[in-house]
């Protein structure tokens, strides 16, 4: 079974914001590639695709207003991300909807965020650009994660 997760894309010129940002070159840090920043709003794991299709398809799914920044933070002790709020109410339409899939509720509080980079030892010292972009959240995507590590969008869904 593929590992699936449900995701919010930047629009492109939020995406260009994003890839404009400095990216200083730090031994263990490795950058998110531009063409997989997103905001998770539920990771999935293993499960069935097509059911996961049947239940975010049937769901009357929230529209809204997402807001990235102010500034990159860390998250945990090996992720700098972004903040993203007004994700919340999406998350949670999210979380029910897949509910009667069978899939167990998240194990942890949904925190909105677009991770920009991972690191193993420190992130760069005092690295904390800022960025504030707002765009309107109009549609979410199921996503697989391809063998390579690509991202593959199953589905994409309309919120209303």
């Not at 069935?48 to 299709?53: F, H, L, M, P």
């Not at 998350?91 to 909105?112: C, K, N, Q, R, S």
């Not at 650009?129 to 991202?151: C, H, K, M, N, Q």
Request: with cysteine.
């Amino acid at each position: 079974m593929p590992r699936l997760f449900v995701a919010v894309w930047p629009p492109e010129d939020v995406l260009g914001e994003l890839v404009a940002m400095p990216r200083p070159a730090t031994d263990g840090l490795r950058w998110t590639k531009p063409l997989r920043l997103h905001v998770t709003l539920r990771f999935l794991g293993q499960c069935d695709e097509a059911d996961v299709q049947a239940a975010l398809a049937a769901a009357q799914l929230p529209a809204t207003q997402a807001t990235l920044g102010p500034r990159v933070k860390r998250l945990g002790r090996g992720v700098l991300m972004i903040p993203a709020q007004g994700l919340d109410d999406l998350a949670a339409a999210v979380e029910a909807a897949i509910a009667p899939v069978g899939l167990p509720p998240a194990d942890h509080p949904f925190t909105g965020h677009l991770t920009v980079a991972r690191f193993k030892r420190k992130p760069p010292p005092g690295y904390r650009p800022a960025l504030e972009a707002s765009f309107a959240v109009t549609e979410i995507a199921l996503v697989r994660t391809e063998p390579s590590g690509s991202y593959t969008s199953v589905e994409r869904f309309t919120l209303v």
